[in-house]
């Protein structure tokens, strides 16, 4: 910083001095011209040369000094102006590097300026690290939460069977199991997540329409259950990803439309197809109506809608579309949420189609 302001300081006093030498060398070349050299003094040079040299000389040489001086100071001073917004810089970033992400640098100036341009950029870049903070704290309060809530119904059960000796063994054992596999589901889809984000995954030749029919068959059992038709239509869509991971999200896609489907009579459709550069999924399902504010939500994790849960249902752990997010994510697609006028949610994927 110091050092910065110093060289910018002694180029623009050397800039300067250097103008003012030449500017002076001229004028004095000019001055020759027009004094007559006419050969008789003293060791060859002319009288006039010589008062010429005598006037000349100290004024230059106060001249230069002079400019040498302003040179030093304006310089100084200019320097000191222009580097102020780095300072500003320089200070915001310790800040942060010393773990305070909600201080904001807000140079003003005119926009298009270089030093506003990288205060700016330096804004937007702490903006969305506090808001990935945050969301990362959230994340780990909830998840925390969700894992103790099956630990203290555990506890709660136990308790009462320890108390009251008639307790029947056989439901306690039922009650206990159904428990522990809610944890185990939650668990699981938390390492889920965590492995999809970190996309550490091989990439092979997917079709979705293959995925689409895997999923549909395995969860049609269910489906008939609640009397919802399931039909599954469209034609080969092929991308590159992890097939593990793309079955897994058209699976908790099936099972949402399943889930959160009318109590009976509903029906779902999964759809895929080739479109330019894209392979496209649909699922599209019949349900009570969504609250369109609500419907960005819930691709969040733990966010349930509005259905209280209910005990002993086959509902989710609230990471089901978290899930799907994070995959869509991790093969460079994108994912919509609409919901449908009559009720229900249609849920579009794009995948990037391989060349
Ligand atoms: N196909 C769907 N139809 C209607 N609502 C849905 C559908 N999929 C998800 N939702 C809503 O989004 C919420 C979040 O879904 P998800 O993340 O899978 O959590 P979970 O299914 O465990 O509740 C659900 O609770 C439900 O309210
Ligand atoms: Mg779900």
């Known amino acids: 910083m110091r050092s910065a302001r ?4 002694l180029s623009y006093a050397g800039f300067l001095l250097l103008a003012g030498a030449v500017l002076l060398a001229v004028v004095w070349v000019y001055l020759l011209r027009y004094v007559p050299d006419n050969d008789q003094g003293l060791l060859g040079i002319s009288p ?5 040299v005598r006037v000349f000389t100290p004024a230059a040489g106060a001249a230069l000094g002079f400019l040498l001086g302003s040179g030093l100071l304006g310089g100084w001073l200019l320097a000191g102006r222009m580097l102020a917004p780095l300072t500003r810089i320089t200070d915001a970033a310790r800040l942060v590097a010393g773990g305070s992400l909600a201080h904001r640098i807000r140079l003003g100036g005119r926009p298009g300026n270089e030093f506003r341009e990288l205060a700016d950029v330096f804004d937007a870049m702490l903006e969305r690290l506090e808001s990935r903070v945050a969301e990362q704290q959230r994340f780990a309060a909830n998840a925390s939460h969700e894992l ?13 069977a320890r108390k009251d ?16 596999a809610r944890a185990i589901d939650l668990t699981e889809a938390l390492l889920v997540l965590s492995r999809t984000d970190g996309r550490n995954f091989t990439r092979e030749p997917v079709d979705l329409s293959l995925a689409a029919e895997e999923a549909a068959e395995t969860l049609l059992p269910l489906a008939e259950q609640r009397g919802i038709t399931l039909e599954v239509t469209g034609e080969p869509a092929r991308t590159a990803g992890s097939a593990a991971l793309l079955l897994r999200m058209v699976t908790n896609l099936v099972q949402n439309a399943i889930v959160h489907n009318l ?11 080739p479109r330019r550069y894209a392979s496209v999924l649909q699922v599209e399902n019949t349900g009570p109506p969504l609250p369109p504010e609500l419907v960005p939500t819930l691709v969040e994790p733990f966010q349930r809608g509005t259905e209280r849960t209910r005990v002993g249902e086959q509902t989710g752990v609230g990471l089901g579309l978290a899930i799907v997010h994070s995959i869509v994510r991790a093969h460079d697609g994108m994912l ?7 009720g229900g949610l249609l849920v579009t994927i794009r995948l990037p189609a391989p060349r």
């Open 148 to 160: 103790r809530t099956p630990l203290a119904i555990s506890q709660a059960l136990l308790d009462v």
């Open 6 to 9: 110093l060289k910018l300081t």
């Open 263 to 273: 109590p009976a009579g509903g029906t779902i459709t999964v759809h895929t197809e």
């Open 165 to 180: 000796p008639e307790y029947d063994r056989g439901e306690l054992v039922e009650r206990l199991h159904s428990v522990n």
């Open 48 to 52: 006039n040369r010589f008062l010429l």
């Open 336 to 342: 919509e949420l609409t919901p449908r006028p009559g």
